[in-house]
């Protein structure tokens, strides 16, 4: 299951002119005589509702309910690993050339632009050669000498996988809260680092989220606690210092299960916040950082329906929330009196216009909206109330605010990047209305802009509804249904994907394929009801975008059913399962990466990490319309004996979103019951979890194995 922060891992595996190199070969596609491994029947049956559904391949969830001992399923994963390795060995020499060529253009000594907190500069740095970086500080000036806080280079060193969560500086600059995952679940230990002597304090918080927020008394922190066995944020504790976290207290305890939860301090450092939300409401409670021992009072009781979210400033609360408003509005209230009943009208709600947030200064608001499609920043001053937006200049881009760690300033500093313009960050005087271009994204060999085309089209689905699709291909690439593309989408959670650059995609580009982003039902690009209209009963709305989508490239001339190839992560792997279940004929291949496939079964397992979360996406298989639902379109559940697309797909075996047994279940039932001659390649990482592999390079082993697969099907060989 995919949890709403997977959009982090969706933009960092998306396959995210001159004409197209003129020495690119076709070839016939060529498959070894490999034999693909059969996995074991062994019988079980699924009954409820009075509907009994045999599950032979049940038995494969071994590992996640008995671990290391399951050795069956190991042995297995191992067999298919060995399996996609003959049948890509004959591309092996390619892969690793297009692993260089990808790792080419990253500028491997590289810094980040340094932001101003508290009186110190902070910034990461990379050095060449090496899969992570160093988080350090100035103090009061660019020019003052280096301090590393932590040398996650150093730190990463006999790990396999190594992932830093939050790292929050104390008040008072002296201690450092980190959080570290060394197995790929996104269970985080908490330590505390004394950056005067530099020396690790005590203190050890096992299975946390992964940050900490410090009060203003140096000395107690705020964490979110998960349970061990389902991964659910259930308890928010606070630790004091140099005392055992065995003691520490719970000053939170959520009980409903479908909420997520998670504690924050504001930008103004004057208050603490609790939120527990899920995708219908939300609540919110809190304390102000200078008396951490108090009771957090709630802001607001849950309403049904109803979000929102406190933003604090001098003299009063904002509240961005979707009461009585489908877009959100923004309201406000008064220091000491925070319910509904108290809320005004702060900035109204627009039905062509979705507030996604606000970032809070004491003297200006930046407002991220949303309008037909695209985000869009508003400026608003907060002595006047006038208002004004950003320009960019480009039909399709994306924009949003950076590290804005400072309150008593007039500067916002933002990023932006659309399919041809590098990730670039910017810093905007919100009084003067002057930008400055701080830094982008350095792309090594010579990456000419102007070599390549951005467009963005419209296609009108089956119920009338018109899709925008953003494309990018290099100048030259032929529009006559002769060209590859590759169609990508999310389409879950009102996660709206973005246009954006990506240097590694360049190696698609080059070779003559197209690259499409669809954005579809389920995410929230058109507004929160393009959401609502992709999800619950109404979720194969997201499935029928996508392949009418496909339908419209392919009428438009842009590829045709034999280059036509789609891909999709997470739950955007459950969207690869539903389509080539529904229209297998229109992909000739299909690239599903820890894909969400095997729904109402996962829905119906309360152990497995995140299935209540995700009650108010999918519904709940319990009830007996939503299990009908549900199963009607479920991947694993809807496999018929016809053919389907060659298909490559990825997993983790400590994936903590969707569980290895997933993808593996699907594609041996998949291989046991299709017809043709289309192969079906399962890569399971025996490291790594949902993200991958976690070095700023051994991802690029994947992605060249997913281009590989890629130009395979279209015989490119070089």
Not at 58 to 73: A, L, N, Q, R, T
Request: charged share 25%; proline share 4%; net charge negative.
């Amino acid at each position: 299951m995919k949890d709403k922060y997977v959009i982090g891992l969706i933009l960092s595996i998306m396959i995210s002119s001159c004409s197209p190199d003129s020495s690119t070969k076709k070839e016939p596609l060529n498959w070894p005589n490999a034999t693909a491994p059969v996995a074991e029947k062994i019988p079980h049956n699924r009954i409820i509702h009075g509907d009994t559904v045999s599950d032979p391949y049940y038995w494969m969830i071994d590992y996640f309910k008995k671990g290391p001992d399951s050795s069956k399923v190991v042995n297995y994963l191992t067999a298919e690993n060995k399996y996609t390795e003959e049948m890509m060995k004959d591309t092996e020499g390619f892969q690793d050339i297009l692993f260089k060529e990808m790792k080419g253009r990253i500028k491997e000594t590289d810094e980040s632009v340094p932001y101003l907190k508290n009186g110190y500069y902070y910034y990461q740095r990379t050095e060449e050669g090496k899969q992570y970086y160093k988080l350090c500080r100035k103090k009061g000036s660019l020019e003052a000498a280096e301090e590393v806080l932590l040398d996650v280079d150093k730190m990463a060193e006999g790990f396999a996988y190594f992932a830093l969560g939050g790292a929050s500086v104390s008040p008072d600059n002296k201690l450092l809260a980190y959080a570290v995952d060394t197995v790929s679940r996104r269970e985080y230990v908490i330590q505390i680092k004394n950056l005067e002597t530099g020396e690790l304090l005590p203190d050890r918080i096992i299975r946390t989220s992964g940050s900490a927020v410090w009060a203003a008394d140096n000395k107690t922190i705020f964490y979110t606690a998960k349970n061990p066995v389902t991964l659910l944020s259930e308890k928010i504790k606070r630790h004091t210092l140099g005392t055992s976290s065995d003691s520490d207290a719970v000053v939170y305890d959520e009980k409903d299960n479908t909420n997520y939860i998670g504690v924050s301090k504001s930008k103004n450092d004057k208050y603490i916040f609790i939120y527990s939300g899920g995708t219908l409401s939300s609540e919110t409670r809190y304390i102000k950082s200078d008396d951490p021992n108090a009771e957090f009072k709630v802001f607001q009781p849950r309403m049904k329906g109803v979000l929102y979210d406190v933003t604090p400033l001098e003299d009063k609360f904002l509240i961005v929330t979707n009461d009585n408003a489908k877009n959100f509005k923004v309201m406000e209230t008064s220091l000491e009196n925070t319910g509904k009943e108290n809320w005004k009208e702060f900035i109204p709600h627009r039905a062509d216009v979705l507030v996604e947030g606000i970032d809070e200064f004491a003297n200006y608001l930046a407002i991220s909206e949303r309008k037909n499609g695209l985000t869009q920043l508003a400026i608003r001053d907060l002595k006047d109330n006038s208002q004004h937006y950003l320009d960019f200049g480009e039909a399709a881009y994306t924009v949003y605010p950076s590290t804005n760690a400072e309150y008593h300033t007039d500067i916002l500093r933002y990023g932006y990047t659309s399919m041809v313009t590098p990730s670039s960050t910017y810093d905007y005087n919100m009084k003067t209305k002057d930008k400055t271009l701080m830094k982008q994204q350095e792309v090594l060999g010579g990456y000419d802009q102007k070599n390549y085309v951005t467009e963005r089209v419209i296609a009108k689905v089956g119920d009338g509804v018109e899709v925008p699709i953003s494309i990018v291909y290099k100048k030259g690439t032929k529009k006559d249904g002769s060209a590859p593309l590759l169609l990508y989408a999310y389409g879950s959670y009102g996660n709206s994907m973005n246009p954006s650059f990506s240097s590694t995609r360049l190696s698609l580009l080059d070779r003559g394929f197209i690259y499409a982003l669809a954005h579809i039902r389920g995410g929230e690009e058109m507004g929160r009801q393009w959401y609502e209209d992709g999800k619950m009963m109404k979720k194969k709305n997201t499935f029928t975008d996508f392949i009418d989508c496909g339908k419209f490239l392919i009428d438009q001339k842009f590829t045709s059913k034999e280059h036509l190839y789609a891909q999709g992560g997470s739950a955007g792997g459950l969207l690869m399962g539903a389509v080539i279940n529904m229209a297998p004929e229109i992909w000739n291949g299909v690239i599903a990466q820890v894909p969400f496939v095997d729904v109402v079964n996962t829905m119906l397992d309360e152990s497995i990490p995140l299935t209540t979360n995700e009650y108010d996406e999918w519904g709940n298989p319990n009830n007996k319309e939503a299990y009908d639902y549900m199963k009607s379109y479920s991947p694993y559940e809807n496999i018929e004996a016809k053919e389907y697309p060659n298909l490559l797909v990825t997993t983790g075996l400590h994936d903590s979103q969707v569980q290895y047994f997933e993808p593996a279940k699907w594609v041996a039932k998949l291989r046991a019951t299709k017809k043709g001659s289309h192969v079906i390649l399962l890569k399971t990482d025996m490291e790594y979890g949902h993200g991958g592999a976690s070095g700023r390079f051994d991802y690029l082993k994947d992605v060249a194995l997913s281009y590989a697969f890629l130009f395979k099907l279209e015989g490119i060989t070089k």
